[in-house]
C-alpha cells in the first residue's frame, strides 16, 4: 500500500517556507502501514498539479495533496484536479452557508471570493473543515484515491484527523502493523544504544527499533508487522517490559506524552503546585506547562525576572548574592526557588539563570552556562549545564532538563532513594 | 532555466527529519535566476533513484541531488547513477588519500567501508568537500546536468557555495529573478485581495503577487523576472511602495523580519521598556520576546498570573474587580496593566486575560473570549477577541494581535491619529 505525498505552492520550491506538513503525514500514514512511496513539491500550475498526479499514480494508489485552496488567484488545484478527471464545478451551497454563518458571527460579510471557493469538483466528496473555511476533497476513481487539503498545517491536521485517517481505514485494508514509542531522557542516542544491545540483537523477524533523537531526549520506537493484531500487541508489550526492565531510571513515558503532561499528571496525582521562576528561559517553561488544558489545577504562575532588578523585588534575591555570585549562579537560583515558593504561594518552584546566546558570555562562564535549581519549604535540589551558542536550542533543551528535574523531585519525595543519586541521573 | 532538487533516503519519507536542505537550495538557487521546478523526496533503492532522475529530466535541464554518498550499505545512489548512465566505477585514488590523511591525523585508520566510499561512475567530475569525507559530483551528458551531494547540511552547503555555485555560473545563462515580500496582519487573506485587486490586475507580464496566510498575519510576495537585474529591483520597489499605498495600516514590516522583533526595534528606537502581564497566554509573549538575541535590553520581565491570587498579590488586581468583572474582563486586564507598569517598573505594559480553551467557557463567556490591554501611565488600549476552541492557536492568535497592539501603541504615540482611529484596525 503505497501512497505519494503532493505539496502545492510556489513558497515551498522557492524556500520561503520548510515542508513541515509532510513529515507529519508520513509519520501518521506510516505508523496506520501506509508507505510513502514519494514527497513532491510542486507548483502551483495547472499542467504541473496535472502532471504530477498522473505520474504519482503510475507508482501509489493514494495521493495526499496540500495547498492550493485559497480563495485568491493563486490557487488553482481544484481547476486541475476537475481536469484531470475531465468533470465539471458545481457550487456547494452547505459550505458557503457555513462560511456566511462564521463571518456573521464575528459580525462582518463574506467577500466574492468566499463563493469562488465554494466551487468543487463534481466528483468530490468533501471532508469537513473545523478549523478553517476551505473544506478538503477526497476522489474515488478506477480504484484510487487523491485527497486534496489546505496547506495550513493546523487545518490540514485537523481534516486528516477527523476525516481522512478513518476514511482511509475503512477503504484500504493493509496488513497488521503496530508501534510502541518508549520515552527516555537523560542519556544520549550512543549511550542508550550500547545499553540496550543485547536487547536489539535478540529481537524477533517483522520487529525494527528506530532511535528518534531530540534535544535531550531520545524516542525508541519499537514496530512490528505480522498477521495477527492481538499477538502482535503482546509481542510488544513485553519487548516494552524488557527495555524498561534495563533503562528503568531514563523514562519518563510512552507514546505521545510529552514531559510536560507527565509532570502536570504528576502534581495531580500528588496535590501539589508549580510556581516558575524564569531568567534566560523567558517565560518558555510557564508556555510549555500551559499549553496542557486543565494545567490551572496545578501551575500558578511565574515570574519571569529578566531584569536583575525583578529578581530582587519579586524573588527576594539578594543584591549581595548578585554581585557576589551573579545572576548565572548556583547561589541567585536556589534563592529564586526560596523566593518563588513565597512570592507564588505553590507547592514546589523551579528557577532557571543563564547566558542563552549568541552574545554574553564571559572566560567564566562561557554561552550555555545555565543553572537551574527546584525545591519545596525542605529541600532544594541544583543542576548545572554546559549548552552550545544556538540560543532556541539553549531554550528548548534547558526546558526539557528542567521538567525532567520537577519529575525526578516530586518522585524522590516518594521513594526511599537520595536526592544526590537521583540529580546523577541528569546528563548533558 | 529549471532545476528540480532529489532528495534521496528514507529517513525523509517517514517524516524522520524535515527536508530542510531543499528549502536552503531553492533560496540560493532562486536568487541566481534558476527556477526550482520540483522537489522530490524518494526512498534509497535503486530503481527509484533511476526513475526520478528519468523523470525529473523531462521537465528540468539540472538536477540537484542529496543524500545516498555515505559508507553504509543503504547508500545506493552511486550505482544508480552510474547504471543510469550506463558506466562502469572507477576508484579515485586522490579521494582514498586525502580520507587516510583525514583518519591519520586523529590517529585512526580507515576501513574498508571508506575505500568502498572512493568508487565514483567513470564519467564523473568529482567536487571537494572540505567538510566531510564523501565528495560531490558533477554530470553533464546530452546537454543535461546533474549534481550528486552529502545530505549532510554543512556538507551540502559547502559544497554548493564552493564548487557548484560558480560552476552553474559558467554553464547556464540564467534569467535574473527577484522577490519582496511585505508582512500584513490585521485582515485576512480576501480582504486584502479586495482592497489590492486592481493593483494586482496591472502587474506588468513577468510579475507575480503570492498570498501566504499565517495566524491573523498574511505575507504578500511578489515575484520578478526580467533581463535587467537593476531593472527588476526598481520596479518591485515601485510596486512595493503602491501596495504600500493602499494597505499602510496593515503593513508591519518586509521579508524575513517577525512582528516580535519589529516590536524590539520600536521599543529600541523609542528608548521604551517592556512588561508583561499573561494569564491565558501563560507566558508565551515573554518567550516571543526573549527569543530575540539582545531582547534584555528592552525587556524587563513578566507576571505570568494564572492564579487570581497572583493577580491580586503581584498585579494589584482588586478583588472587587474580579468578582463583580471576573477574570476575563476589560476591567481586569486594564488593571493588569497598571499593575505591571508598576510591578516590573516599565514604560508599556501589555496584559492578557482570557479562556483558551478547549474548556472553561460560559454562555456569556464562551472559549475562545479574550481581552487585552497595552498602555503606560498616560493611556490605555483594550480589545476583545473571539477566538475558536483550539487552545494553541488561540495562544498564538493572540500574541500575534498583542505584538500588533504595542506596535500600534507606540506608532501613535509618535503621531496625531487617535487611539480609537488605531484599536479599530486590528480585526480577527
Known sequence: MNATLITVGDEILIG???????????????????????????????????????A??????????????????????????????????????????????????????????????????????????KMGSAPGMWFDEGGKVLISMPGVP??????????????????????????????????????????????????PDGMKLAYLPGLGMVRLRLSATGEDKVVLHELLDEKVKEIHAIIPHLIFGYETQTIEEVVGELLKQNGKTLGTAESCTGGYLAHRITSIAGSSAYFSGSIVAYANQIKESHLNVSADTLKTHGAVSKETVVEMVQGALTALGTDIAISVSGIAGPGGGTPDKPVGTIWLAVGDQQRINTYKLNLGKDRLKNIQYTANVAFNMIRKFILTENSSKTVAEISGDLTE
Chains 1, 2 share one sequence.
Open 16 to 54: 520561503q517556507i520548510v515542508d513541515t506538513n509532510s513529515a507529519w503525514m508520513g509519520q501518521e500514514l506510516n505508523l496506520r502501514g501506509i508507505k510513502i512511496q514519494e514527497i513532491r513539491s510542486i507548483s502551483d500550475e495547472h499542467d504541473d498539479i496535472i502532471r504530477a498526479i498522473q
Open 154 to 203: 493546523y487545518e490540514m491536521k485537523s481534516i486528516m484527523t477527523d476525516e481522512v485517517f478513518p476514511r482511509l481505514k475503512e477503504r484500504f485494508v493493509t496488513k497488521p502493523i503496530a508501534h510502541r514509542t518508549i520515552l527516555t531522557i537523560g542519556e544520549g542516542e550512543s549511550r542508550i544504544a550500547a545499553k540496550i544491545e543485547a536487547f536489539e540483537e535478540q529481537l
Open 56 to 129: 504519482s499514480f503510475e507508482t501509489s494508489d493514494l495521493i495526499l495533496m496540500t495547498g492550493g485552496l485559497g480563495p485568491t488567484k493563486d490557487d488553482i488545484t481544484k481547476k486541475a484536479i476537475s481536469d484531470y478527471y475531465g468533470v465539471g464545478m458545481t457550487f456547494h451551497t452547505p459550505t458557503f452557508e457555513r462560511i456566511e454563518r462564521f463571518f456573521e458571527k464575528l459580525g462582518r460579510s463574506t467577500t466574492p471570493a468566499h463563493r469562488e471557493q465554494c466551487y468543487m469538483p463534481t466528483n468530490a466528496t468533501l471532508l469537513q473543515n
